[in-house]
DNA sequence: GCCAACGTTGGC
DNA sequence: GCCAACGTTGGC
């Protein structure tokens, strides 16, 4: 099973936010990069991901599941554009900061620190595993 | 608020 | 198809 990132700015959708859908979800809409969107058409239901606050927060907070495959965007009419619905699974009891992935060398390759600007990010499973650690969970 | 990095657009 | 201009993102 792959695994994700999903970057948000809080002030726009938080995990807050994302936790009060609960289990219905929500459309990750509004991603107008095609990477990302790829990303998203590559998803299959039950993969997990990171959520990450940017920008204000700048830490990986929680664990969101795919609920729904890639379908098209509701937030726009262009075709081109479609994407996934996530919902929460559970926060991160410690959250791991961009700082930290900074500074972990086995995190060095990850695309969070090499190319920060991509929203939704492939994870592979050694990141996961990490991150998790780092988060205070054993493994998920 | 600044600015660097990156992606997209559009003229040629 | 190239590349310059522009807009956006996101760390600092």
């Not at 099973?1 to 970057?7: E, G, H, Y």
């Not at 459309?27 to 991901?49: H, L, S, T």
């Not at 204000?56 to 795919?66: D, H, P, R, Y």
Request: aromatic share 8%.
């Amino acid at each position: 099973m792959a695994c994700w990132l999903f970057k948000s700015e809080p002030a726009t959708w938080s995990w807050d936010d994302q936790v009060a859908r609960g289990a219905a979800g929500e459309p990750w809409d509004g991603v107008r990069n095609y990477q990302a969107r790829n990303n998203m058409r590559a998803m299959v239901p039950g993969e997990r991901g990171f959520f990450y606050h940017s920008n204000q927060g700048k830490a990986i907070v929680g664990i969101v599941e795919v609920c729904a495959p890639a379908h098209p965007d509701p937030s726009t009419d262009d075709p081109r554009w479609e994407c996934v619905d996530i919902r929460a699974v559970r926060a991160l009891p410690r959250p791991v900061t961009l700082e930290a992935c900074k500074a972990e060398p086995r995190l060095a390759g990850m695309v969070l620190v090499t190319n920060s600007r991509l929203s939704v990010q492939p994870v592979t499973e050694a990141e996961w595993a990490v991150i998790c650690e780092m988060g205070g969970l054993d493994g998920e």
